[in-house]
């Protein structure tokens, strides 16, 4: 099927006057909000974390069993929590998890629930080429149903890991677990199918299959990580645990949960983390020599049999994490996260936090070697975070997250929050794009009216279309809750999570006595441009070669001899 994407445009100079041209604010007028929309309600979160081939996503997340809570509607779906909510402890609020698939209309397509008797999240997502869909959580239910098969936990939280098919389909589930905690963090697939997770373990001993891990910490609040390997059948090839120190833990700060990991295109992990004091990578190990700070993160790069290549300390603070990692098509390792500190300094490039002792964010680009090739912070007077990395067929990042600042600094970028009820209180959803060499080229805050609202989920599809999933709660000074160009009705003191697609950008014109220039975005991959004298062509692809300013693709034409007719076509 041909892809056509069409916006005519007269070439006549009196008839481009009103075209939209590129803007140089920070926010870029061609990315607009398509449509939004909201589901669940108190106590009930989602992350968007998947796409397939053919523009589907795919939305994880969950709600509690609280007493006004008990059911999730999605679409025409309503799903029921299978625990039971206990009115006498009104903090007995026990999670069941979801997964659903969404046409790039926003249209459900299926849903499929995850949960029993305790509590049960999923907490990572991943779809490979065949469009099957991998999760990783953990449960604490003795019967916890994920399609027709039943887990149970072994002791408080165990570890899990599932595939379904395209159709939804629960193909097989595996976990590990001990009599302590065990939770799946990271998830990534290799071009095979197969499955890598990362997560952490605090009890003694902790069987993958008959491969046995051990726990040798002296503080089980400080557990150890683990990574593994599966084939596209469920099947355990390796784990081993990562550090048998104690000191590399999942840090629940701002929403995220560490480990992450992503796989590169030679199957090789990539693995992000936190630690305090040191830890083994297996083979080596980093010390946080800093006594100023109680934390450190890293990334750290591991062949396909778990063995360590390179390891890097990133950055330190009161809290130092990483939150978001991603692999470009080159095997270049984008690394996002968060830390509090009033000065920091990468390989000699030294960053004052303005906000201390609130928290920046940062993001940085490796080589795949480990070599740092730029760094980039989003700063302000309040806290922000980066939740989500996504690459588009050009390389260009985007980053997802929110900011509690009144202005938000990206770079050399300058953006007003124009979400927050209360400034540097609440939370607004952030979006921005970044060039592959660290510029920035555009950000805009997101939601208005709302007490708390943050992104959790990026996804950008090959014409630059922008699909994007977070949370919101609303106070009693509003009934609308408003993302970009989109307001949706809501209850006062309600709480949920949005979906919305921002379009990229089409094709536009400006123009110079008679020279027209009409550009379009580069990672709008394998589309060119094309020319007729009318609507009902013929048309013909131009013959003039696109030249590229930033994330644009630009070709001038002669505009006096009459009226001419543009699109972008492609397979």
Same mark, same amino acid.
């Given at each position: ?27 870029? +007028? ?14 009930? /979160? ?19 069993? %609280? ?81 027709? #098969? ?15 098919? /395209? ?28 499955? =890598?997770?990362?997560?952490?373990? #605090?009890? +003694? ?13 002296? #503080?089980?609040?400080? +557990?150890? %990580? ?71 993160? =890293? ?27 991603? *692999?470009?098509?080159?095997?270049? !390792? ?21 906000? @201390? ?28 975070? *980066?939740?989500?990395? %996504? !690459? ?6 985007? !980053? @997802? ?10 770079? *050399? ?52 279309? !922008? ?30 999570? @949005? ?14 006595? #008679? ?38 693709? /630009? ?17």
């Amino acid at each position: 099927m041909k892809k056509t994407i069409m916006k005519f445009i007269a070439a006549a100079v009196a008839c481009v006057s009103s075209v939209l041209t590129l803007s140089a604010s920070p926010v870029d +007028p061609s990315y607009k909000v398509a449509w939004a929309e909201k589901f669940g309600s108190f106590s009930s /979160s989602a992350c968007l974390f998947g796409m397939d081939k053919a523009g589907n996503f795919y939305v994880c997340g969950y709600w509690s069993s %609280s007493w006004n809570a008990p059911a999730l509607t999605i679409g025409n779906q309503t799903l029921t929590n299978r625990s039971v909510y206990d009115a006498t402890n009104p903090y007995s609020q026990l999670f069941d998890t979801f997964v659903a698939k969404f046409s790039p209309a926003g249209e459900l397509d299926w849903v499929r629930q995850i949960g029993g008797n305790g509590a049960d999240e999923v907490i990572k997502m991943s779809v490979d080429n065949a469009e099957n869909v991998y999760l990783t959580g953990y449960t604490s239910s003795t019967n916890c149903l994920v399609g027709t #098969n039943q887990i149970s936990t072994v002791g408080g939280e165990d570890f899990f890991i599932a595939k379904y098919d /395209s159709q939804g389909n629960a193909l097989w589930v595996r976990q590990a677990g001990g009599s302590g905690y065990e939770v799946g963090t990271g998830l990534d697939v290799d071009p095979q199918g197969n499955v =890598f997770v990362a997560g952490t373990f #605090n009890s +003694p001993s902790v069987a993958f299959g008959t491969n046995i891990l051990n726990f040798s910490g002296s #503080n089980s609040n400080q +557990p150890a %990580s683990f990574l593994a390997k599966y084939n596209a059948s469920g099947d355990l090839i390796w784990a081993r645990s990562v550090s048998d120190q104690s000191y590399a833990y999942p840090i629940n700060i701002l929403g995220t949960a560490f480990p992450i990991i992503k796989v590169n295109h030679q199957g090789h992990i990539v693995l992000a983390g936190s630690f305090q004091g040191a830890v083994d990578l297996g083979g080596m190990t980093l010390t946080n020599s800093d006594v100023a700070t109680s934390q450190a993160s =890293f990334i750290a790069n591991y062949d396909e049999m778990g063995n360590l290549i390179w390891a890097r300390q990133t950055f330190t603070g009161i809290y130092a994490c990483n939150t978001a990692l991603a *692999i470009d098509a080159q095997d270049n !390792i984008y690394d996002a996260g968060y830390f509090c500190r009033s000065t920091v300094s990468l390989a000699g490039i030294v960053h004052t936090n303005q906000g @201390f002792p609130v928290g920046d964010s940062f993001l940085t680009k490796y080589d795949p070697a480990g070599n740092l090739s730029w760094s980039s912070f989003v700063t302000g007077t309040a806290d922000e975070s *980066i939740s989500n990395i %996504s !690459i588009d067929g050009s390389g260009n990042p985007y !980053i @997802f997250g929110y900011s509690r600042s009144s202005v938000t600094t990206f770079g *050399i970028m300058a953006v007003t929050n124009q979400g927050a009820y209360f400034p540097n209180v609440d939370d607004s959803t952030l979006v921005a794009k970044y060039a592959p060499d660290g510029n920035i080229l555009w950000a805009r805050t997101m939601a208005s009216t709302s007490l708390e609202n943050y992104g959790s989920g990026l996804v950008v599809d090959n014409l630059g279309n !922008i699909f994007v999933a977070g949370n919101y709660m609303l106070g009693g000074y509003t009934t609308s809750f408003t993302f970009g160009e989109v307001t949706l009705p809501v209850s006062t003191y309600s709480s949920g999570y @949005f979906l919305a697609k921002i379009n990229g950008p089409m094709l536009s014109a400006s123009s110079s006595g #008679n020279q027209l220039t009409l550009s379009w975005p580069t990672n709008a991959v394998g589309l060119h441009l094309e020319g007729a004298a009318s609507l009902n062509g013929p048309w013909s692809a131009s013959a003039n070669a696109p030249t590229v300013t930033a994330d644009q693709n /630009s070709v001038s034409v002669d505009a006096s001899s009459g009226s001419q007719f543009f699109r972008l076509n492609g397979p």
